[in-house]
Every structure is written in structure tokens, then in C-alpha cells.
């Protein structure tokens, strides 16, 4: 009964640096989506997959790379981290395809600081 | 474009008072409407859903919330304020949301109840 799986939970990067949030459903869902949230800002949509193969820009995407792996994982990559993406990640999934009511699943959050 | 307004970033009631969460709307065509709501250290998870249909939707933990056209409003409420709903609360609109369009949150309600 896992449902929506971040890793990692906590990091913290140098100005510079890069790294990659992993995200895994096993809900059989076709779309998924990364948000972020900054305290005062709600949840801002960085990017989303629509289906398998393909991706989709949202709100808030400069700095940010994605990549829809098969239909259980969507991955959101730092090239290079700034002060300002510090934030707390949220990684979501949802039936999409024309099915379900859009309720959105989501993942415990992966908390990203940037020094 | 889709817009959504919550009214208050920090709400503070007493135990066994009631609960009313603001949320306005903006939407071109007819909105599917969310309530989420935010656990300490937690992801998101759904409170209700407005689809089509019945106006007055009932969600877990006795919240509930009406969907007013007129004044593109879905306002949550609860009779009785418990200790136990201390959270974050995030109202969200979605145009299409079983085409995977982008579902916007409001940014976010804090509940705080005092003994």
C-alpha cells in the first residue's frame, strides 16, 4: 500500500551542485506531477506527465528538468542548485486519460536546501 | 485562466467552534473544485471534490463545503472544531482535470484550534 514514493526525504546541496528527486507510484496512474511549496505560496506546479513519454512545463519550471521513465516514475532533476529552489518537493500522481475525477495523490514531500 | 483565492492564511477558532475556510474561484468554464488538506510534516490528501452534480459535498472528518456559482465561491465548513484539525488546508480548481490540465491550489489556510 505504498501509494506515491519520494526519495530522498531530506538534502542539502551546495549553489552549484546537482541532483535528482525520484518519484514512484504504484496506483497504475498515467499522469504525475511535481509541485514545490514555499511557505505563503501554496503549491506551485513545476512540471507534469500528462502519460508515459510525455512532459509537460508548469508554473514554475526554470532551473528544473524532468524525465518520465515508464509509467510508474517521474524524476525531477536540479542541473544546477540556487539559494532560491529551496523548498519542499511534492511529487503527485493522478488517473488521468480521460478516467477519475483528477483527485490527486501525493507523496510525503522531500525537504531541499540549497546553501 | 484559472485562479483561486483563499481568504485568511491563518485561521484560529476554539475547540467546538465552528469552522469556515474561504475560497474563491475563477474559471471560464465550469470548475472541478478540491479541498486538500496538510498534516504536519505530511503530504497533501484529499478533504472533498466537487465534480458535477450536488452542490453541498460531504468529505471526511464531518467537513463539508458548497458550491455557490453565483458567487464562485466553495467555502469549507465544519460544525465542531476538534484539536485533531490542525493543519493546512489548500482549496484547488481544475478546468478538465481527467485531461491532466493543470489543477491550481490556493495558497494554503492555516487552522488553528485553541483548547
Known amino acids: 500500500n505504498a501509494g506515491v514514493t519520494q526519495t530522498p526525504k531530506f538534502q542539502v546541496l551546495k549553489t552549484g551542485q546537482s541532483m535528482t528527486l525520484q518519484c514512484a507510484q504504484d496506483?497504475?496512474?498515467?499522469?504525475m506531477y511535481w509541485y514545490r511549496q514555499d511557505p505563503g505560496m501554496g503549491l506551485r506546479l513545476i512540471y507534469y506527465?500528462?502519460?508515459?513519454?510525455?512532459?509537460d512545463k508548469g508554473e514554475v519550471p526554470n532551473g528544473y528538468n524532468v524525465s518520465r521513465l515508464n509509467k510508474r516514475e517521474f524524476s525531477l532533476r536540479l542541473e544546477s542548485a540556487a539559494p532560491s529552489q529551496t523548498s519542499v518537493y511534492f511529487c503527485?500522481?493522478?488517473?488521468?486519460?480521460?478516467?477519475?475525477?483528477?483527485?490527486?495523490?501525493f507523496g510525503e514531500g522531500s525537504r531541499l536546501t540549497v546553501l | 485562466a484559472q485562479s483561486v483565492t483563499q481568504l485568511g492564511s491563518h485561521v484560529s477558532v476554539s475547540e467546538g467552534a465552528l469552522v469556515l475556510l474561504r475560497c474563491n474561484y475563477s474559471?471560464?468554464?465550469?470548475?472541478?473544485l478540491f479541498w486538500y488538506v496538510q498534516y504536519p510534516n505530511q503530504g497533501l490528501q484529499l478533504l472533498l471534490k466537487?465534480?458535477?452534480?450536488?452542490?453541498l459535498v460531504k468529505g471526511i472528518n464531518g467537513f463539508e463545503a458548497e458550491f455557490k456559482k453565483s458567487e464562485t465561491s466553495f467555502h469549507l465548513t465544519k460544525p465542531s472544531a476538534h484539536m485533531s484539525d490542525a493543519a493546512e488546508y489548500f482549496c484547488?480548481?481544475?478546468?478538465?482535470?481527467?485531461?491532466?490540465?493543470?489543477?491550481?491550489f490556493g495558497s494554503g489556510t492555516r487552522l488553528s484550534i485553541r483548547p
Open positions: 503527485a500522481s493522478s488517473e488521468g486519460q480521460g478516467r477519475g475525477t483528477g483527485e490527486l495523490f
Open positions: 496506483m497504475n496512474h498515467n499522469s
Open positions: 506527465s500528462a502519460s508515459e513519454g510525455t512532459t
Open positions: 474559471s471560464s468554464v465550469p470548475p472541478y
Open positions: 466537487y465534480t458535477t452534480g450536488a452542490t
Open positions: 484547488a480548481v481544475s478546468d478538465n482535470p481527467s485531461s491532466a490540465s493543470k489543477i491550481i
